[in-house]
């Protein structure tokens, strides 16, 4: 596959922030984007915006924690444009506390949709790409690498993540997969978060933060890479004190 050839490419958490910002990003590239999340009517906006520019763009109602949907939305798109080239895996929550507020509640949800949406997503797309070749794209956080007061468990679903990925990547030669992991990006992902003093640290935490159309080019360059050439990681922070 040329790496300038037009890719058909699945976005999860494609709603807001990273993810809407892939989409734009991509489909401006001439790529095919799928975009994939559980507000629907925020994709059907996103789409028409896309379409517009002359993008090729579609919306998929997704819940990555659901096995058997991610595996219905793979295949309703491998029905339509034949093949799945790239999957990026970007869904995440991150509510977070101290481990002594016992919010077990929000860790089983960390777990469920920052680890097992990633491999419910490896599950749905592997058999095929490994048939053909594919690029798997996980997007993971500086929180793969450090861990942070309050953070914990969502700092444990990242590294988590990271290891999934370099796990597959030393398994296959048939997929390209990369990490991204960002630093503080401008999304919603803070406002999943509760507890009340975590919330005062974290906002004043992302008083610098990049846009998310940083990350979308991050993950456009690995995806235009000649096919024999994988990157593995890319970390993307913001420059402290701009």
Not at 43 to 51: S, Y
Not at 145 to 173: D, W
Not at 215 to 231: E, L, R
Request: charged fraction near 20%; proline fraction near 3%; aromatic fraction near 4%.
């Amino acid at each position: 596959m040329s790496a300038n050839q037009s890719k058909v490419i699945l976005i999860t958490g494609a709603s807001s922030g990273i993810g809407e910002a892939t989409a734009q990003v991509l489909a401006r590239a001439g790529h095919k984007v799928m975009l994939a999340a559980r507000r629907t009517d925020r994709l059907d906006a996103i789409v028409q915006r896309i379409r517009q520019e002359g993008g090729n763009a579609s919306a998929y109602r997704l819940d990555v924690v659901s096995r058997d949907n991610f595996k219905a939305v793979v295949a309703a798109i491998q029905a339509e444009h034949g093949a799945l080239d790239v999957l990026v895996n970007n869904a995440g929550i991150m509510p977070l506390a101290p481990m002594a507020a016992l919010h077990a509640e929000e860790w089983d949800q960390m777990i469920d949709v920052n680890i097992k949406g990633v491999l419910n997503g490896i599950e749905a797309v592997l058999a095929g790409m490994e048939q053909r070749g594919g690029h798997i794209i996980n997007i993971a956080s500086i929180a793969a690498h450090n861990v942070f007061p309050t953070a914990a468990v969502y700092c444990a679903t990242k590294f988590a993540v990271r290891a999934i990925s370099t796990g597959l990547r030393l398994e296959t030669t048939k997929v390209r997969v990369t990490t991204v992991s960002p630093g503080v990006v401008e999304s919603e992902l803070a406002n999943t978060t509760t507890d009340q003093a975590t919330k005062a640290w974290l906002e004043e935490f992302r008083k610098v933060a990049l846009k998310p159309e940083a990350i979308a080019n991050a993950i456009a360059y690995a995806i235009a890479q000649p096919a024999d050439v994988n990157v593995d990681e890319l970390i993307v922070q913001p420059i402290q004190g701009r």
